[in-house]
């Protein structure tokens, strides 16, 4: 099955710099990688996600960037605002067995200082 | 609202109890997902449905679960003998199927906060 490992578990920035997270993933098929923002005692909800046929994608402050070869796809956000205090998932679409679903990393608190 | 909804928000059973969770997926969505996410955690996949026809089941999923779709539209989760390990939230979400590169995506449900005492 796949796995997901994502880095770092926490991530303390300033108010308005950059914050970068990243995951690698195992399974070389996989071909769906989507980023969800968790705010305590919230649903997750979805970001921003990149298919395999696409190297990187922008909507607005947020950016994901993916790397085939090597497995890898990071989520960059700019000029972060305290809004953006949350848990950030990264999560990776497997297919095997008839079925398919996704696998998420452990997660990243991302905290914004003022 | 025409999101994935779960009911109860939030249950306190005692220890050997059994409890039962409720999901309505997004209207027009095929595909239907259960996970368990612990405090601390990312989401942990438990089945998986595609209409009614349950595809899919986690090592997660013992004997004590149960999860239906009777008519491939709302489902249900049943945890019964429950422990206290089973204290989690349970998530349900939904998509419209098809495949991966025709736009699918997961929509989350609010969750259903399960509390063993």
């Known amino acids: 099955g796949e796995n997901v490992e994502q880095h770092p578990s926490t991530l303390s920035v300033q108010e308005g710099d950059s914050a970068v997270i990243k995951c690698t993933y195992s399974d070389s098929a996989s071909n769906y990688f989507p980023w969800y923002k968790q705010e305590l005692g919230k649903r997750p909800q979805l970001i921003i996600d990149?298919?395999?046929?696409?190297g990187e994608k922008k909507d607005q402050r947020i950016a994901v960037t993916l790397n085939k070869t090597a497995k890898h796809f990071s989520l960059h956000i700019t000029e972060t605002q305290p809004e953006d205090s949350a848990v950030y998932f990264c999560?990776?679409?497997?297919?095997?067995?008839?079925?398919?679903?996704?696998?998420f990393g452990k997660g990243t608190h991302l905290i914004i200082q003022p | 609202d025409t999101g994935v909804s779960q009911d109860p928000r939030h249950k306190i059973t005692k220890r050997g109890q059994n409890v039962t969770f409720r999901c309505d997926p997004i209207s027009e969505h095929n595909r239907l997902y259960w996970y368990r996410q612990t405090l601390g955690q990312g989401p942990e996949f438990l089945t998986y449905?595609?209409?009614?026809?349950?595809?899919?089941k986690s090592r997660l999923l013992s004997d004590r679960f149960s999860a239906e779709r009777p008519k491939g539209s709302f489902s249900t989760l049943e945890i019964q003998r429950t422990e206290q390990g089973d204290s989690a939230m349970y998530l349900c979400?939904?998509?419209?199927?098809?495949?991966?590169?025709?736009?699918?995506?997961?929509?989350f449900g609010e969750g259903s906060w399960l509390t063993v005492v």
């Open positions: 990149i298919r395999s046929n696409v």
């Open positions: 999560a990776a679409w497997y297919s095997g067995g008839g079925a398919d679903g996704l696998t």
């Open positions: 979400a939904s998509s419209s199927g098809g495949t991966v590169h025709s736009g699918n995506t997961i929509y």
């Open positions: 449905f595609q209409n009614e026809a349950q595809l899919e």
